[in-house]
């Protein structure tokens, strides 16, 4: 659906050049929910942007091909008709004030070629799909910032968009609201089947709706796949970094680190597998006693990812261990106290 190859951005300013995209390729299918995820000033915005070419690649190699389009052979007209099929919302909404939300999300259509009637039966389809319809005669200062943000979905979705690009579409919410916007998200992605590419800081938000992620560092995607994947055995200390504080290990790892002066191990398990049974096993076949700190089990995707954090009571022999754990697809790691 989305094909970037060979992207890289140049910016040139009175003094310094930002090299913002560094020769990135992503390729993301017809209906995923991507996730490209890295801290700010990685170069998030500007890769995304490259999608409906509200930025260029400033290299002469760089091809970007959207829905079987490759968009930089286009005329201004042609691609003034491809973009119509790319919405997009961002973090500060930028709704317009001085217009109703009804007007607002009929801005779009406002070249479509529908009658006033057909507009009017159009916005209050796509009010009712994000759950404002009531809201159609308000203004955008009466509407909290999940509110905005339905509308702004609304609105990017006035054109019947084939692919939604959100870039931090959820930074300035509360958590609660994020998850509703994020559900929101989802059902347009299943419901309608529009394919999504979501920006953010936040591992958090890939872990509740992606089912593929990218993470970018200075200008470089230095690691991408499925999430279930990603999140089970992350290779980059980054991406790692990013999981531990989505899933509060880090946190916990913390505490846990300054309450005991035992070795500490970090269990991993994933599909299949519940805590129970490995515990079991491990002082059956060692004599080892794991006594049990902290547990954390997530669900990507339906897949259970599990990670306890325990003690070992008995003689460990650790190669041992971690070759009979690796059989159950499980991996052991000791944990040590940062310095
Ligand atoms: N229009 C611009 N002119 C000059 N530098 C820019 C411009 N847009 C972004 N940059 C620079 O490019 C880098 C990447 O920015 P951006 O894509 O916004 O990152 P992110 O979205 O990950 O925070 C940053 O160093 C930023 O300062
Ligand atoms: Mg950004």
């Known amino acids: 659906m989305i ?34 995820v890295g801290y700010s000033g990685a170069g998030k915005s500007t890769l995304v942007r490259i999608i409906n070419l509200l930025q260029h690649p400033t290299d002469k190699s760089s091809e970007v091909i959207v829905d079987g389009k490759n968009l930089l052979s286009l005329s201004q007209k042609e691609l003034r008709k491809e973009r119509k099929k790319i919405g997009m919302i961002f973090q500060h909404f930028n709704l317009m004030a001085s217009r109703t939300i009804a007007d607002n999300v009929a801005f779009p259509l406002r070249n479509s070629g529908l009658s006033k009637a057909e507009k009017e039966e159009k916005v209050e389809k796509l009010l009712d799909l994000v759950g404002i319809l009531d809201k159609k005669n308000s203004y955008p200062i009466q509407l909290s910032g999940g509110q905005k943000q339905r509308v702004a979905i609304a609105r990017a979705l006035a054109n019947d968009p084939k692919i939604l690009l959100c870039d931090e579409a959820t930074s300035a919410l509360d958590p609660k609201t994020t998850l509703s916007i994020l559900e929101l998200l989802k059902e347009v992605n299943q419901k309608l089947g529009i394919t999504i590419v979501i920006i953010t800081h936040e591992m958090q938000v890939v872990k509740e709706i992606c089912n593929k992620v990218a993470v970018m560092e200075n200008g470089n995607i230095i690691e991408s796949g499925n ?27 913390k505490k846990i680190l300054s309450h005991t002066k035992e070795q500490v191990y ?43 954090f325990v003690t070992l009571e008995g003689k460990v022999e650790l190669n041992e261990l971690e070759a009979y754990l690796a059989e159950q697809d499980v991996t052991i790691t000791k944990i040590n106290k940062k310095t």
Not at 273 to 290: L, M, Q, W
């Open 227 to 253: 999430v279930v994947d990603i999140f089970n055995q992350p290779k980059q200390a980054l991406t790692r970094d990013f999981i531990r504080t989505a899933t509060h290990i880090e946190q916990a790892e």
């Open 3 to 36: 094909h970037l190859k060979n992207i890289s951005v140049h910016f040139k300013q009175k003094n310094r050049e930002v090299h913002a995209v560094k020769n990135v390729s992503l390729e993301v299918e017809s209906g995923d929910i991507y996730g490209i």
């Open 266 to 308: 970090e269990l991993k398990f994933s599909g299949r597998h519940t805590a129970d049974p490995i515990i079991v096993e491990i002082y059956k076949r060692f004599g080892i006693v794991a006594d049990i700190l902290y547990g954390n089990i997530e669900f990507l995707q339906e897949t259970m990812i599990g990670t306890l």
